[in-house]
């Protein structure tokens, strides 16, 4: 068996808020929770189980998700919708701008507990 990543723990002020947030922007599903876990799963089989924490034992993390053209319109349509803040660099010194690094588009924006999640539709080094 090839060797694959298959989840991570991501801390949250509340995980059900940032599971919904994430999978709201991202068009997937919630899972079903389980123990402190409220997960949320991609395409490709990795999970991202949402836990809370207090707020003072969270470290920003980056979280990118490579997805297709149209998925990127999709979500950048419910980012703009919902008002969320996105911007084309990830020291965030762009606002409401999108890249267009490696021949594709990417954007950043912060989830609810400050983690930096990016969308791009080409994976860096492709072009």
Do not use: C, K
Not at 116 to 126: A, D, K
């Amino acid at each position: 068996m090839a060797v694959q990543f298959n989840h991570t723990i991501v801390s949250a002020r509340d995980n059900r808020e940032s599971a919904e947030f994430l999978a709201g922007i991202l068009g997937l599903e919630v899972g079903t929770p389980w123990g402190p876990f409220v997960p949320v799963a991609t395409d490709n089989g990795v999970t991202l189980d949402f836990a809370s924490v207090p707020p003072e034992s969270i470290v920003p993390q980056h979280y990118a998700f490579l997805v297709s053209d149209e998925e990127f319109d999709a979500a950048f349509a419910r980012i703009e919708a919902d008002g969320v803040r996105y911007f084309a660099d990830p020291r965030m010194e762009h606002p409401e701008e999108i890249n267009h690094h490696h021949g594709g588009r990417g954007l950043y924006f912060l989830d609810p507990a400050g983690h930096g999640m990016e969308i791009i539709t080409r994976p860096y080094g492709s072009h």
